[in-house]
């Protein structure tokens, strides 16, 4: 299976934060990573996403 893409992963994750949190867009695209990461994850729990996967992900994106 390939790794997920950036654009791909942005846009699902903006999606559900519009439905869930009733997020406009500007909201989610101003929120920082650690911010999403804090209200999606149950209390007392850290993010699996690291910044290492998103720039991993960002240059899958741009070649």
């Given at each position: ?29 101003t ?14 729990e ?18």
């Amino acid at each position: 299976m390939s790794e997920p893409r950036f654009g791909a992963s942005a846009l699902r994750l903006c999606a559900f934060a519009a439905r869930t949190f009733g997020w406009r867009p500007a909201e989610f695209w101003t929120a920082t990573p650690a911010e999403l990461a804090a209200i999606l994850a149950p209390p007392g729990e850290s993010s699996g996403v690291s910044r290492d996967d998103i720039s991993r992900m960002m240059e899958q994106d741009h070649g």
